[in-house]
């Protein structure tokens, strides 16, 4: 009997928990641990000069957030501006960062074999931000690569 406990708290231990967000009907997820907010940005100020997927910088609560569009990063058409915008907060290399999605899903927990590297035929822009993929039923998550996602942003900076 505490042989099956140790089994289930060995599984729980290999399971990873991602936040799905939708990008153009593409499901994506980030690690939780990875994720500080998720909110509705209002009051985003452009900023001159910066790169085209930079939507510009707002204030939460005191803090000052460097917006990614990320239908501009993957190269894709803008959301329609009757939706309501979401965006999920994240830190990176000791910058605030929001990530403009189309919506938030859910929670999710999945077992860490479960993730695959990249398919061959994953669509180019997908693979860019990709560590790799979760097959779900019926569909694929792309897991956010959040360093992939925000090191053109420094490589952009560097290069100014």
Do not use: C
């Not at 790799?132 to 952009?156: A, P």
Request: aromatic share 4%.
């Amino acid at each position: 009997m505490s042989k099956n406990t140790s089994t289930e708290h060995a599984a729980d231990q290999s399971a990873e928990e991602y936040i799905t967000v939708m990008i153009a009907d593409q499901l994506f997820g980030l690690h939780i641990l990875e994720v500080q907010d998720v909110f509705m940005p209002s009051a985003i100020t452009t900023v001159p000069l910066a790169g085209a997927d930079v939507a510009g910088v707002l204030n939460l609560r005191g803090r000052i957030v460097t917006a990614i569009d990320m239908r501009k990063r993957l190269g894709l058409p803008p959301l329609d501006r009757s939706s309501s915008t979401m965006a999920v907060g994240i830190e990176h290399k000791g910058e605030s960062y929001g990530l403009i999605i189309d919506k938030v899903g859910e929670v999710l927990r999945l077992a860490a074999d479960s993730f695959e590297p990249n398919p061959a035929n994953l669509d180019s822009r997908w693979a860019a931000v990709s560590a790799g993929v979760h097959r779900l039923d019926g569909s694929l998550m792309v897991v956010i690569d959040v360093d992939k996602v925000l090191g053109q942003q420094d490589e952009t900076a560097n290069a100014a």
